[in-house]
């Protein structure tokens, strides 16, 4: 984790102090709501559905035992002891009072922690990919580089007010894990043939309504030029991008409308007066931004035996170990994933419990740390094979041993319209309602890798165009409907869903989703995953498929009816 | 009179800003009598007869969010006060085309944010270059203004280089590595 220096400590506290004399004036009548608004959004306050909801930045999605119990703690206190897991790594408490939110922030700090820019149109919470630094796939460790542009965006004076929101993503590894394709600015760590590390760059990714996956516009920036070259992105996007229609805002639009190489052409001509610049960025900041991250150095370890007796004789937890835990860098360790997605919970959420608990855990076995990941559960990044079993035995205790990591049931859901006033339908009781429908492990096992992402509304909070299977939550009459989408991905082969035709009622969105897996069990070729099938034959057996089980089903219906 | 908030401190000053009404032209626009800021569109419209207020310093130019900085290029080495428009305060264009006129064009001239000025964008107006800040007309009371001070000082450690302190912080101070706690 990276420890905060008297600097960082300073600007999270006068934040703190801003924000509460800010609050105090709009509270007195002396800011408008309409004043008040980009500032609250700028600390992640949103006004919801049942009360302000706030977004907690977690950098890069790393968090310490210490913060965890905090986060607890403010669940308990201040919210109805729970708090939201989303996509970009943050957590979100949704019943928080507007009054509390300045001692909410003042606590979070205590701990090194803030709520800066997870709203807003300005530089968003980095993420980047839960395995860094233990990743075996690992090209460069993309936290130092992180954590250097979240100090660089951070009340960034000149792209304080973009005309749009702004989401950075860094990957390190040969396997993107970061979906950089799918943000604004995309980053790949990558060596060049002279062996200098350096930024391949993408631009105009973004999902949404629009949903774009993002063009390369630099091969290769050198890593010391990496924060004049996203200054030069970041002018060309505030001088030029729409502000007259916030749907056509982001700077993915503005790509589209001058070509991707009048926009590269744009930003090479301010780049060249910043490069070399007082932002350039020298080995000693970044070694001792790296030096921050106090990770535990870990000797190879013999291969566990007793991790291996268990795994023979112990058919449950060789079963969490096959989808739950993860090849580590380091001989004798291993990655444990802690599915926050067991059966009917919203998928994501976490009690104040459940917090206190995962610290313990992650005290106890896991060198005090974990990640959030954008599949929206918990990664213990470092953990001895030796302890993998009691890991296991407590997790099971805490309901996060659910087996289900990577497959159908391990689904990505924003909170829809439960919570959130701008949602056309209700997320999570779908996803709830498909896993009900698959229960059997040994069945999900052999469907194997499926990921499957609902949103509740086009913002596309759920991820759900980069679903192998998606649902779309659309109003039909005022009516709840979902839209089905298959073959989208993320990764390295990063692309959109297709659309497989009109929208269902929510009821038979099991059956759809059945539908659609039988298709797959009916074409697949050995262990093919369903997105491989998809990309071999094409979309249109699926539909097929889908719509004629509807017609046959509403068909028996109306028979039982007559 | 308005007031104006300049080297920290809240002043009364006497511009006024020529705003063009709707489909008016900038070829017969009135000026105001006394020191006036004119839009882009009239200073091009009517550079010659304008020229010699601008050296006299009773006479500046202000840009719109949309208008492209560097058509002032040639000018800026005769004028004295250069303003930006900010015609929404959540607008943030206005903190690239000071940015651009500081650093890149060389202005060192007096650099004035008109508009929807409030207090909560003081900090990073100044960190843009801006040497004057003149608040929305009738948006504070005097008392009010007094407390809009503390803003500029919001922050003051900021990590980035910006116009007002080019390096960043990492080049400004000796920031140490981590000190390893005793586990
Ligand atoms: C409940 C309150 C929320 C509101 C009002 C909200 C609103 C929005 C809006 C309006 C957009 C579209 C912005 C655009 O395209 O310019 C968006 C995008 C997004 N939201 Fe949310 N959101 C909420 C909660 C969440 C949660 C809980 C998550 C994570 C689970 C999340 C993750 C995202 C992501 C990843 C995008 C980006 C899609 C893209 O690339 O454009 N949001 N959100
Ligand atoms: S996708 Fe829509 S419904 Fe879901 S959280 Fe985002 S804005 Fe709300």
Redesign the pocket.
Known sequence: MYKYDEYDQRIVDERVAQFADQTRRFLAGELSEDEFRPLRLQNGV?I?RHAP?LRIAVPYGNLNSKQLRMLGHIARRYDHGYA?V???HNI?FNWPKLEDVPEILGLLSSVQMHAIQTSGNCIRNVTSDPFAGVAADEIADPRPWCEILRQWSTFHPEFAFLP??F?IAVNGAKQDRALVQ?HDIGLDLVYNEAGELGFRVLVGG????TPIIGAEISAFVPWQQILNYCSAILRVYNLHGRRDNAYKA?IKILVKALGVEEFARQVEAEFVHLKDGPSTLTQAEIDRVAGRFDDPVLAPLPQDAGYRAHLAENKAFAAWARRNVRAHRVQGYASVVLSLKPYGVAP?DLTAEQFDAIADLADRHAFGEVRNTHE?NVLLASVREADLFEVWQQARELGLATPNIGLLTDIIS??GGD????ANAKSIPIANAIQDRFTDLDYLYDLGELELNISGCM?????HHVGHIGILGVDKNGQEFYQVTIGGSQGNQAALGKVIGPSFAAAEMPDVITSLINNFIDNRHEDERFIDTVRRIGIDSFKTRVYAERAARLEARETANV | MSDIIKNGLIQSDDWQVLRLAEGEAAADAALPAGRAIVPLAVWQARRDELLPKAEAGVLGVWLAGSEDPFALEADLPLLQLVAVDFPKFADGRGYSIATLLRTRLGYGGELRAIGDVLRDQFFFMLRCGFSVLQPREGKYTTAQLEAALASLKDFTTPYQGAVDRPEPLFRRQPRTPLQKDAA
């Open positions: 949103y919801q909801m939201h989303t996509t970009r979100q749009r929101k989401k799918a973004g999902l949404g309504r982001r994501g929206q924003c909170p919570f959130c006033a701008l913002n596309a909070c759920g991820h």
